[in-house]
């Protein structure tokens, strides 16, 4: 709820700010000026931020509940979980919500912000806006980094943004910039050799003496006959004891693919995704494709999922709710991929009587079933104490208040 008269302030913006205003970016050592538009016309970029932000994107986001024991309980229909897995805004879905926020944490310093409008008369939220990237303006004026919001210079309490911050306070683009100005200054190397006919240039020698307009009338001869893709591969005809003489290939041009694949996965590096997971397949293989997705998962999405958890359930509860209610993305999601390794990992939990039949069925969004919910090893035979098919007599007996061990003997 919002104070008034309101406080208005005026803050004085970084030159980083000024440059992505302007739309020319950070300039880098290799000249190249780098923005969050430019970086995101080189692929790798443009890869490592879509595989990311449409990953937590797309899992399945639900509120629960803690119970007093820790346990967590879905609470289905809560006006949360219709914001952020329905429609946000009136314009915008979920889906398009948390991918936008993960683009902007992952381009922008500032990270992913997004205005939450607030019922006064119920107390909870009604929609999310995310703004055109500045909009929302976040400081940091004390040395508790506690920030400050404010939107067209008034200050914003912090209960009404969603904050999702990079790590080191720094979007990892920010940290790479070098790294994608040189893959820039590469793909712009490679235009013009292949915008040359697709080879290195040369020189044309001869031993007559020529004027000035002579060799200017050589040059543009040659050029109109053999520059270009289209005339490449085309014999050319020299005349007046002229000679070609071919420009031998530099040990940077010999390396050019080699330099070009060791920058992509420089930029794979500063996102902390595997390689594989942006197009580079050279050292992809059956045997480790599977363990560079766990890694993936693990070490790159994972610390994402919970940062958007933590910022969720800051901005979309009240302070009272906080203890009671959390977001959670399902990470199980990702396991309906590899159907074998799924399907092997539920027998697992059935078999050791970690989970029950109908518990499992709950997984793959199938209808319980009758005696499903009993803890029991099918693999070992339907006689067996406990299992579904059991006689009255062959089932494990209900533990009772004597039969359990408090620990105080």
């Not at 309980?73 to 926020?101: K, M, Q, W, Y």
């Not at 100005?181 to 290195?200: C, D, N, T, W, Y």
């Not at 004027?211 to 006959?225: G, S, Y």
């Not at 595997?274 to 993936?296: C, H, K, W, Y």
Request: with cysteine; glycine share 8%.
């Amino acid at each position: 709820m919002k104070l008034w008269p309101f406080r208005t302030e005026k803050k004085a913006l970084t030159d980083e700010q000024i440059l992505e205003m302007l739309g020319g970016g950070m300039p880098t050592a290799t000249g190249v000026a780098v923005s969050a538009e430019s970086a995101l016309r080189v692929p790798a970029v443009a890869s490592a931020v879509r595989t990311i932000s449409e990953a937590a994107a797309s899992l399945t986001i639900k509120v629960v509940e803690i119970g007093a024991d820790g346990r967590e309980t879905e609470v289905p229909g809560h006006p949360v979980t219709e914001l952020l897995r329905g429609e946000s805004n009136d314009f915008t879905s979920g889906f398009e919500l948390i991918r936008a926020l993960m683009v902007d944490a992952l381009t922008r310093d500032q990270g992913g912000l997004a205005w939450v409008n607030w019922s006064r008369t119920e107390a909870k939220p009604v929609e999310i806006i995310r703004y055109r990237p500045g909009y929302i303006q976040c400081d940091f004026p004390d040395d508790t980094l506690a920030p400050v919001y404010r939107i067209r210079g008034v200050v914003e309490p912090q209960q009404n943004v969603i904050h999702l911050k990079s790590t080191f306070g720094k979007a990892p683009l920010s940290l790479c910039r070098e790294a994608v100005g040189v893959a820039i200054a590469m793909e712009q190397h490679a235009g013009r050799l292949f915008g040359k006919s697709a080879r290195p240039g040369g020189v044309i020698e001869t031993g007559e003496k020529m004027t000035e307009e002579a060799a200017k009338r050589m040059i543009l001869a040659w050029k109109a006959a053999m520059e270009g893709s289209d005339n490449a591969g085309k014999t050319g005809i020299l005349f007046g004891g002229a000679t070609w003489k071919q420009m031998q290939l530099s040990s940077v041009d010999a390396q050019f693919q080699q330099l070009r694949l060791f920058q992509l996965q420089e930029i794979a590096r500063a996102f902390n995704i595997p390689v594989t997971m942006i197009g580079d397949l050279s050292r992809g293989t059956f045997m480790n494709a599977a363990e560079m997705q766990r890694q993936f998962l693990q070490l790159c999405l994972e610390p994402w999922l919970r940062a958007l958890e933590s910022a969720f359930r800051r901005a979309l509860f009240t302070k009272e709710e906080r203890p009671r209610f959390a977001v959670r993305f399902e990470r199980d999601d990702f396991s309906n991929v590899d159907l074998t390794a799924r399907a092997t990992a539920i027998s697992s939990l059935v078999s050791s009587r970690t989970i029950n039949p109908n518990e499992a069925r709950s997984w793959l969004d199938l209808p319980p079933y009758p005696a499903g919910s009993e803890f029991a090893n099918p693999n070992t035979g339907s006689s067996q104490p406990g299992s579904p098919t059991a006689t009255p007599a062959e089932k494990l007996p209900e533990p009772n208040a004597k039969d359990v061990d408090d620990g105080n003997e």
